[in-house]
């Protein structure tokens, strides 16, 4: 019953730009903390960025003012707007979701590269 669909992964040019959304269905949304990770192979899964059920975010040193992370509560939605891309962003990017329970989706694959 709980969905977490990740989209607009794909190749892109280092300095680009990639909008992630994660769709989410099964569960109240809005009172969950939403969070991207991501997993390069051969590294541990790391955390990207989140945003609080009250809008709060944090972010990864290394995606400081590149990545953006949002939240539409009213389409149960979590977006990553990514710009300025490097090689070292490729990676799976995985959506989440947690508040008592954690769910996760099945990611969906970055790759930045000339």
């Known amino acids: 019953q709980v969905q977490l669909v990740e989209s607009g992964g794909g190749l892109v040019q280092p300095g680009g730009s990639l909008r992630l959304s994660c769709a989410a269905s099964?569960?109240?949304?809005?009172?969950?903390?939403m969070s991207w990770y991501r997993q390069a192979p051969g590294k541990e899964r790391e955390l990207v960025a989140f945003?609080?059920?009250?809008?709060?975010?944090n972010y990864a040193d290394s995606v400081k003012g590149r990545f953006t992370i949002s939240r539409d509560n009213a389409k149960n939605t979590v977006y990553l707007q990514m710009n300025s891309l490097k090689p070292e962003d490729t990676a799976v990017y995985y959506c989440?979701?947690?508040?008592?329970?954690?769910?996760w989706g099945q990611g969906t694959q970055v790759t930045v590269s000339s």
């Open positions: 989440n979701a947690f508040f008592k329970n954690s769910y």
């Open positions: 099964g569960f109240i949304f809005s009172t969950y903390l």
């Open positions: 945003i609080t059920n009250l809008s709060s975010t």
